[in-house]
């Protein structure tokens, strides 16, 4: 009896619950910055349904399908939930129609209830992973070293793991305390890019009044970037070191400094990819979603093609191939070819 009259409590108290608002903004700015900034193709109900998909990933038990007309919501064997599809590709409609389904399911699942966020993680995984080869969401590494470096013979060599904001502030600290050097090594080996704005800051750091790149968008004229006044290192010697991993961001400043005669190019071909990314940081993840393409000074564009180095220390000294036995070889050929310089 007395169980009895827990249960019921309990129900009454359930049932009297106001249902749980949930507030997912950050599909809100996903869907804003892809009507204004993303440089592609896409079809928003297909990116709606893969995102209403999204649900079973977090909790097997859910399942959505749909029809032309209707999207279905199953929770296991039964249909919980209809939607009626929008009838135009109106962005606002699919947006509402993909909360909608999102709050239904996560009402129904105490795997989800309690954990909103995880969800909305996998819906911004699910879209993003939809649209190209470049736009994607990755988790932020903590404790990843996004930037090492030291002092050889008084040579600085530097290697950022991603140009992400704030570096190129960081790396003119760096240089500002060490005023004697003889040179840099720029290690952009295995650096797949990062912020497009701090790349064009990175290079605009070694060039005097020059082209960096240009780029062009969605529904945006060609914008050209062009290098302030003065070289941080006064002329000194300057080496970038490549691979096959050296990719997007990290092209537009090798090629800046490789075609503007700026540096010397050491290492094997970098990978070709000339998408530029708009980047989002968010609390535990990182947006990138392809906002437009860049051109080299001299006006090419590199996908597939890549950049290949006037030094290359690949296998047999191949241009294509890195010596992954040797990943010293890189830094030791910029430190002579420095030294040699100076002479």
Known sequence: MIKSICILALSCFLAAAPARAYEFTKID???????????????????????????????????????DSKAYLYEKNNLIATFKLPQDENPLLWKQLLADILKTGAARSLKLSDNPNTLETEVLSEITANLDEYSRLEKNNQTADLINYRLIDGILYIRPTTFYKGFSDYFTQIISRHPSLKGVILDLRNNHGGDFNEAIKTA???LDNTLIAYRAGKNQPKRYYISTNGDILRGKPLAVLTNEETASSAEIVAAALYEQSRATLIGTKTYGKDSTQLVNRMDTHT????????????????????????????????CTITDKNDPNKDIVTAINLIKKNLG
């Open 29 to 67: 700015m996903l869907f804003d910055t892809l009507l204004a900034n993303y440089d592609g193709v896409f079809d928003i109900k297909q990116l709606s349904l893969f995102g209403g998909r999204a649900l079973h990933k977090v909790d097997n038990s859910l399942r959505l399908y749909n029809s």
């Open 204 to 206: 605009d750091l070694f």
């Open 287 to 318: 947006l990138f979603l392809t906002n437009g393409y860049f051109y080299t000074p001299s006006g090419k564009r590199i996908s597939e093609t890549g950049i290949l180095p006037q030094i290359c220390t690949g296998i047999g000294e191949s």
